[in-house]
């Protein structure tokens, strides 16, 4: 019985699973997206994470911690030197997963995992064009202030004209 086992085996031997995991922790961190399966996305996304927040703190503690996941180490150096300058602010969620349709040969559900702050199109402070565009500064004010000021305005104009 498998009672409040949280773990998605993925149909692999824990030695193989981990492996594969590094593998495509190394593959998401160096071109900052990758094409896999949803199932496989979902049980990275908890894999690299942790990794991602131990990569905000530079010490060698850490490296040797994220070495001891990655096995890689141009892999750890692009984390710790492009990545978490990136995510820096950031206090989590730094994954997102795509859904993209079903494989052809045999159905599986397949997905697009990528880092958030590499993505210049789901980006905050850019349009649709790609463009930088200004950050629009609003106040929330109620109904009842701005239609006393107008009633206000339009009285005030009134009594101009009148004269």
Partial sequence: MRHGDKINNLGRKSAHRTAMLANM?????????????????KALRTYVEPLLTKGKD???HSRRVVFAYLK?????SELFKEVALKIADRKGGYTRIIKT???IGDAAE??????????????NNKNAAGT???AKST???SRSAGTKKAAAKTTETKEEGAE
């Fill in 25 to 41: 922790a190394c593959s998401l961190i160096e071109n900052k997206r990758i094409f896999t399966t949803v199932a496989k996305a």
């Fill in 58 to 60: 530079d010490t060698t």
């Fill in 72 to 76: 890689n180490k141009e892999a750890v």
């Fill in 101 to 103: 349709g079903n494989r």
């Fill in 110 to 123: 397949m997905a697009l995992i990528e880092l958030v702050d590499f993505n210049e199109i789901y980006s």
């Fill in 132 to 134: 930088e565009k200004k």
């Fill in 139 to 141: 106040t929330r004010r």
